[in-house]
């Protein structure tokens, strides 16, 4: 007896691997909910055919031939299309690399994309797909919205995640990159939204990010670098960004509003006979019927995927410009008394060089050209800005420590000119080789409009120290031009302020 039990079960599991049923026919079409689209038509023509068939005079009620397959579908198509749905979106955020690129993404996306997106998406489609071959009914697509917002719970978790400062403390809340935090909230993350979303460059809100992010650095110089993003979490920022972008127009290609729908808003057998099912092509594009209703709920969706795609790109924006704006800010914490000359330019300008270098890289090959160009624009009219306001920060000047400046200033906008031919850094280069001139010229040039009050005092300073000078009358003109700037005028104190 036991002999043939384990022969029958053998053979039982020889069937399933060969794809045959229990009963030793071949499967050939697996029993799956999402392949309801397949079977339920040829079943629908079955039955159609028996009731062209049945005699009038039979005591058969034509009527009935198709309840028991609306039975299956109130009581146990509609449950297991829930458990099914679930079951494998779970599946697919639950691999350890749902949230990586995806390998094949070339196949499907302009740029990367997560797999678990891609997968999400293919899996809608084919609900979707199955759906069209039934009566419209809310709860259908209440049922994929629940997905689409699983979904997105999951991918701004990744986001807030990745935007978290590391803590010693795992109790104490958690703080974002500054770059995030800047983005999300305040006057900067209102100029910055205003020059991503504007069609052509918008100067007022350039200067004002460009001011914002100067003041931050500068009073923030030493903290700043310890909120640093690390070039594979930009690359992972970047991935976020495409790949909620890509799901919201997959997803504005399934939406369909049909307020038909709202008329199958109750689960029972006479609602579902009184409806009628379609036949639906493979080449038929897909689509979700939607009530007004679930369509708004529909629309709320991808404007917070569109909302959290906004918030990478302003972060990106700004981190782009931190991590440059810190760079130089170092810059001026090197020695520039050098009693020699020195024909080499500081390591520091080297490493900012390299590390602006591979961050443009990646924003250039992996976002879309009109996002990065919004990001790398205007780069280097900040930095031109920076390398004249950070000069307050050097503690004493000479003769060669100026050139030593120029050249590191010839450096980084040779650095610039390899990522956009345009840049320039010809103000700050001006400004500096006015180093050591006559109090006079240097007051000429403010009047001229050439630098603010602020440059023009601490380029004076940095040119003259009062303690060392030792000719009474060079001394009394630098203490002239230092008084006259220090009453300056409001109209005045306006000239070369950007």
């Known amino acids: 007896m036991a002999g043939g039990l384990a022969q029958a079960t053998r053979e039982e599991d020889n069937n399933k691997s060969a794809g045959m049923s229990a009963t030793g026919h071949k499967l050939l079409v697996e029993p799956s909910v999402f392949n309801m689209s397949t079977l339920l038509m040829p ?11 049945v ?15 609306d039975d299956f579908l109130v009581n146990v198509f509609e449950p297991q299309l829930e458990e099914t749905l679930v079951d494998s979106c779970t599946m697919a955020y639950s691999r350890t690399n749902a949230f990586h690129e995806d390998p094949d993404w070339q196949s499907h996306a302009a740029r990367p994309i997560f797999r678990s997106t891609f997968e999400l998406f293919t899996l809608l489609q084919t609900v979707c797909r199955m759906l069209m071959t039934l009566p419209p009914k809310p709860s259908f697509a209440e ?35 500054k770059a995030v935090a800047l983005a999300e909230n305040g006057d900067l993350m209102t100029a910055v939204k205003q020059i991503i979303e504007a069609s052509d460059s918008v100067q007022a809100q350039d200067m004002s990010a460009c001011n914002s992010l100067i003041m931050f650095v500068n009073r923030n110089a030493t903290s700043a670098t310890e909120d640093f993003f690390e070039p594979k979490t930009i690359r992972q920022l970047i991935l976020i960004y495409s790949s909620c972008l890509w799901l919201v127009n997959q997803l504005k290609t399934l939406k369909r509003v049909d307020d038909k729908a709202a008329a199958a808003n109750t689960t029972t057998l006479a609602v579902y006979q009184a409806q009628q099912w379609s036949d639906v092509s493979d080449q038929q594009q897909p689509y979700l019927s939607l009530t007004s209703e679930t369509a708004n709920g529909f629309d709320n969706f991808l404007m917070a995927y569109s909302d959290l795609a906004s918030l990478i790109l302003r972060s990106l924006y700004i981190e782009y410009r931190l991590q440059a704006l810190s760079g130089v800010a170092r810059l001026f914490t090197c020695l520039y008394q050098l009693d020699q000359a ?29 996002e990065y160009h919004i990001i790398v624009h205007n780069l280097d009219t900040l930095l031109d800005i920076a390398l004249i306001e950070f000069g307050h920060h050097i503690k004493a ?17 040779q650095g610039l000119k390899e990522m956009d031919e345009s840049a320039s850094l010809s103000r700050s280069m001006a400004y500096w080789q006015m180093y050591g001139q006559h109090p006079a010229a240097i007051l000429e040039g403010y009047h001229a409009g050439l630098m603010s009050r602020h440059e023009a005092t601490v380029l004076i300073n940095l040119s003259y120290d009062l303690n060392d000078l ?20 409001p109209v005045e104190q306006q000239h070369g302020q950007y």
Not at 43 to 53: A, E, V, Y
């Open 342 to 370: 020195h024909t080499t330019p500081d390591a520091v300008v080297l490493s900012i060089v390299e590390a602006m270098s591979a961050f443009n890289t990646d924003l250039r090959n992996r976002l879309p050209k009109t």
């Open 470 to 489: 030792t000719d009474d009358a060079m001394k009394m003109e630098v203490k002239e031009a230092l008084h006259e700037l220090s009453i300056a005028t």
């Open 143 to 177: 049922l994929l919205l629940v997905q689409i917002r699983a979904n997105y719970d999951r991918v701004n978790d990744v986001f807030r995640n990745i935007a978290a400062k590391a803590q010693l403390d795992a109790a104490s809340p958690k703080l974002r990159k």
């Open 55 to 69: 005699p009038p005079n039979s005591d058969v009620i034509v009527s009935t031939l198709t309840s028991f397959l």
């Open 43 to 53: 079943s629908l023509s079955f039955l159609t055919r028996l009731r062209d068939i």
């Open 397 to 413: 000047m000479d003769q060669f420590g100026s050139e030593k400046l120029i050249l590191n200033i010839l450096v980084l906008q």
